[in-house]
Nanobody, 115 residues
Framework: QVQFVESGGGLVQPGGSLRLSCAAS????????MGWYRQAPGKQRELVAG???????NYLDSVKGRFTISRDNAKNTLTLQMNSLKPEDTAVYYC?????????WGQGTQVTVSS
């Protein structure tokens, strides 16, 4: 079974930056479009950014211009560069296929933006 491991989260002040990474136990990234998702307490999980196999990207409107999703299919990794972070970005961030996130979710990585 495929497993996702997210890392790179932490506590940052507003305006700060973080770089999140996602690794998969299997060499699957070259086969699927992928995405970063996030879930804040009491809210539904939402897609933050998506990337096709060929590298075409799309973003949640609220993060456009601040976040950048990228992938390295050869290394089987997915990255989310997060700049100009805002308190409303606070959430647990996950990676999975996009669309159709049918692979079990990993533990995610906590991002907390606070002064």
């Amino acid at each position: 079974q495929v497993q996702f491991v997210e890392s790179g989260g932490g506590l940052v002040q507003p305006g700060g930056s973080l770089r999140l990474s996602c690794a998969a136990s299997g060499s699957i990234f070259r086969f699927y479009a992928m995405g970063w998702y996030r879930q804040a307490p009491g809210k539904q999980r939402e897609l933050v950014a998506g990337i096709t196999i060929g590298g075409r990207t799309n973003y949640l409107d609220s993060v456009k211009g601040r976040f950048t999703i990228s992938r390295d299919n050869a290394k089987n990794t997915l990255t989310l560069q997060m700049n100009s972070l805002k308190p409303e970005d606070t959430a647990v961030y996950y990676c999975n296929k996009n669309p159709d996130a049918t692979i079990p979710w990993g533990q995610g990585t906590q991002v907390t933006v606070s002064s």
